[in-house]
């Protein structure tokens, strides 16, 4: 489903929700996985249903609370051919517009003929997901202008879907239905920063930082030898949480190689915000250690030595050498236990 910023993220398996959504969360990567064993529950109609074609896929169905994973019922007949979309709960918070990135729960269904199975939940992985970039045709249109804390049902078909290649890798052919049930946690714009007054630009030896808002924030290098040691620096105290590891947060960055004193990678510059569990060891060091026990809301200067960044191999890639410091400057956007 999203996108992983190929230079930051350690490689890692790609679960059946990276894939199911759009083209990475966490992240990338998509940093969040699906599990195929999921707690919710599909219930089929009678055997005597079979063969049939439903009328409308309205006979599909999904109960349950918003935040739990639902309860979803699949009848044994075959999917009608059009897209069918229903709020199951309605939200009250700000539409998601194309301009916004989901942070969101779901289940996925492949609904085949008069069978299905589950592909996968991140109710059961533990991490919500990060819709972002280029959405499943029919799962766009079903999600546009809903509201934050919204459940939302989407009954796909191939048109609005993958299409007659189908998509092997998690299991759904051409002629196969997806079924959806999303829970809209928050929307995050794509070019959106924390709001937080900035109380310190670094300097003293550090790095000094300016922002604007909307943009990627300036990053300017001082002509001193870097430090040592991993520099933790809040330059905004954001209010929300305080992140713990394993907890999954969506960010935006800017990095710069302190030798070059060049932006290496960001995702500004991609207009997709970036998602991930921290802590655990899905990205660089200097990411884990020094972004936990931050709070959601805050920007971060980070200033990473080898050490706790790619280490004596570096990023051949990126320019990275393998003595090189590292320099992030990171916006914590939203966080989900």
Same mark, same amino acid.
């Given at each position: 489903? *999203?996108?992983?910023?190929?230079?930051? &993220?350690?490689?890692?398996?790609?679960?059946?929700?990276?894939?199911?959504?759009?083209?990475? #969360? !966490?992240?990338? #990567?998509?940093?969040?996985?699906?599990?195929?064993?999921?707690?919710? !529950?599909?219930?089929?109609?009678?055997?005597?249903?079979?063969?049939?074609?439903?009328?409308? %896929?309205?006979?599909?169905?999904?109960?349950?609370?918003?935040?739990?994973?639902?309860?979803?019922?699949?009848?044994?007949?075959?999917?009608?051919?059009?897209?069918?979309?229903?709020?199951?709960? +309605?939200?009250?918070?700000?539409?998601?517009?194309?301009?916004? !990135?989901?942070?969101?729960?779901?289940?996925?269904?492949?609904?085949?003929?008069?069978?299905?199975?589950?592909?996968?939940?991140?109710?059961?992985?533990?991490?919500?997901?990060?819709?972002?970039?280029?959405?499943?045709? /029919?799962?766009?249109?079903?999600?546009?202008?809903?509201?934050?804390? #919204? *459940?939302?049902?989407?009954?796909?078909?191939?048109?609005?879907?993958?299409?007659? +290649?189908? %998509?092997?890798?998690?299991? &759904?052919?051409?002629?196969?239905?997806?079924?959806?049930? @999303?829970?809209?946690?928050?929307? $995050?714009? %794509?070019?959106?920063?924390?709001?937080?007054?900035?109380?310190?630009?670094?300097?003293?030896?550090?790095?000094?930082?300016?922002?604007?808002?909307?943009?990627?924030?300036?990053?300017? $290098?001082?002509?001193?030898?870097?430090?040592?040691?991993?520099?933790?620096?809040?330059? &905004?105290? /954001?209010? /929300?949480?305080?992140?713990?590891?394993?907890?999954?947060?969506?960010? +935006?960055?800017?990095? @710069? %190689?302190?030798?070059?004193?060049?932006?290496?990678?960001?995702?500004?510059?991609?207009?997709?915000?970036?998602? =991930?569990?921290?802590?655990?060891?899905?990205? $660089?060091?200097?990411?884990?250690?020094?972004?936990?026990?931050?709070?959601?809301?805050? *920007?971060?200067?980070?200033?990473?030595?080898?050490?706790?960044?790619?280490?004596?191999?570096?990023?051949?890639?990126?320019?990275?050498?393998?003595?090189?410091? =590292?320099?992030?400057? &990171?916006?914590?956007?939203?966080?989900?236990?």
């Amino acid at each position: 489903m *999203r996108r992983a910023a190929a230079l930051l &993220v350690i490689p890692m398996v790609a679960a059946a929700a990276a894939a199911a959504g759009c083209s990475s #969360s !966490s992240s990338s #990567s998509s940093p969040s996985s699906a599990s195929n064993s999921a707690s919710s !529950s599909a219930s089929a109609s009678s055997p005597a249903n079979a063969g049939a074609t439903a009328a409308s %896929n309205s006979v599909v169905s999904a109960s349950g609370t918003f935040g739990k994973a639902p309860t979803v019922s699949i009848p044994a007949e075959n999917a009608a051919a059009t897209l069918y979309s229903k709020t199951l709960i +309605q939200g009250t918070g700000a539409p998601l517009t194309k301009t916004d !990135s989901l942070l969101g729960n779901f289940v996925l269904y492949d609904w085949s003929g008069t069978a299905h199975k589950l592909l996968g939940s991140t109710f059961s992985s533990g991490s919500p997901t990060l819709f972002s970039s280029q959405l499943l045709p /029919g799962l766009e249109q079903a999600l546009l202008g809903q509201k934050a804390g #919204s *459940r939302v049902l989407a009954v796909i078909p191939p048109a609005d879907g993958f299409g007659p +290649q189908g %998509n092997s890798r998690i299991g &759904v052919g051409g002629k196969d239905t997806l079924v959806f049930v @999303v829970d809209m946690i928050q929307d $995050i714009g %794509n070019t959106s920063g924390v709001t937080g007054a900035q109380t310190s630009s670094g300097g003293a030896g550090l790095p000094t930082v300016t922002a604007a808002t909307g943009k990627a924030p300036t990053i300017a $290098i001082p002509a001193s030898t870097p430090p040592k040691n991993l520099q933790v620096k809040a330059l &905004v105290k /954001g209010t /929300g949480q305080t992140i713990a590891k394993g907890d999954y947060i969506v960010v +935006q960055y800017t990095g @710069v %190689n302190w030798r070059t004193k060049k932006v290496f990678d960001s995702s500004w510059s991609r207009s997709t915000p970036f998602a =991930l569990n921290i802590g655990v060891g899905q990205v $660089i060091k200097g990411w884990d250690t020094g972004l936990v026990g931050q709070t959601v809301g805050s *920007r971060v200067l980070l200033v990473i030595p080898s050490a706790d960044g790619y280490g004596k191999t570096g990023s051949s890639q990126a320019g990275i050498n393998g003595t090189d410091t =590292l320099v992030f400057v &990171v916006d914590i956007l939203a966080g989900a236990k």
